[in-house]
T-cell receptor
Framework: KAGVTQTPRYLIKTRGQQVTLSCSPISGHRSVSWYQQTPGQGLQFLFEYFSETQRNKGNFPGRFSGRQFSNSRSEMNVSTLELGDSALYLC??????????????FGAGSRLTVL | QQQVKQSPQSLIVQKGGISIINCAYENTAFDYFPWYQQFPGKGPALLIAIRPDVSEKKEGRFTISFNKSAKQFSLHIMDSQPGDSATYFCAAGDDKIIFGKGTRLHILP
């Protein structure tokens, strides 16, 4: 069974640019959550999508957005990049509405460096 | 954002010893408390989890102790091995899972 796939794995951008990250969840999983991981802050919750709708949202500025497609694949976008956006962006999928719905399976992440 | 406070930030334990990591949460509505293990270059992976209706859960060398009244829970790793060296995250939540800041565990051979 394929795991959670995130692309790209590494990318370098400059301040002011925008970036789009992609996440393919485990087959059958309908919920996708996104987290930002930095050395000092651990994993911070960005948002969660379920059946193409944003179900939960963390405390990040509007520059961070996401969406989910009908096949449950998800993308997140960061516009007007800042140096502080450099981080590992993790995607996690779960069943969403099944028992064990809280069980998150993470991808390996997309490492974003902003210069 | 609801906080989950984790300590210590880093921990060094001799091989064969007991590793203990502690977490505290604020929101009494939380009903799910997992621990995740992360190795360098990998995403976090679920290690063990507990619901608030039990006070302890054991899986192999890993045990979660849960104190609902104190809003605290901890991970105990018995007979710690060098392969256990990793970053450990506690988490808590209901439909939204909030993570602690992590503990870097190093087991001395």
């Amino acid at each position: 069974k394929a795991g959670v796939t995130q692309t790209p794995r590494y990318l370098i951008k400059t301040r002011g640019q925008q970036v789009t990250l992609s996440c393919s969840p485990i087959s059958g999983h309908r919920s996708v959550s996104w987290y930002q991981q930095t050395p000092g802050q651990g994993l911070q919750f960005l948002f969660e999508y379920f059946s193409e709708t944003q179900r939960n949202k963390g405390n990040f500025p509007g520059r961070f957005s996401g969406r989910q497609f009908s096949n449950s694949r998800s993308e997140m976008n960061v516009s007007t990049l800042e140096l502080g956006d450099s981080a590992l962006y993790l995607c996690a999928s779960s069943g969403g509405d099944l028992s064990g719905a809280n069980v998150l399976t993470f991808g390996a992440g997309s490492r974003l460096t902003v210069l | 954002q609801q906080q989950v406070k984790q300590s210590p930030q880093s921990l060094i334990v001799q091989k064969g010893g007991i590793s203990i990591i502690n977490c505290a949460y604020e929101n009494t509505a939380f009903d799910y408390f997992p621990w995740y293990q992360q190795f360098p270059g990998k995403g976090p992976a679920l290690l063990i989890a507990i619901r608030p209706d039990v006070s302890e859960k054991k899986e192999g060398r890993f045990t979660i102790s849960f104190n609902k009244s104190a809003k605290q829970f901890s991970l105990h790793i018995m007979d710690s091995q060098p392969g256990d060296s990793a970053t450990y995250f506690c988490a808590a939540g209901d439909d939204k899972i909030i993570f602690g800041k992590g503990t870097r565990l190093h087991i001395l051979p």
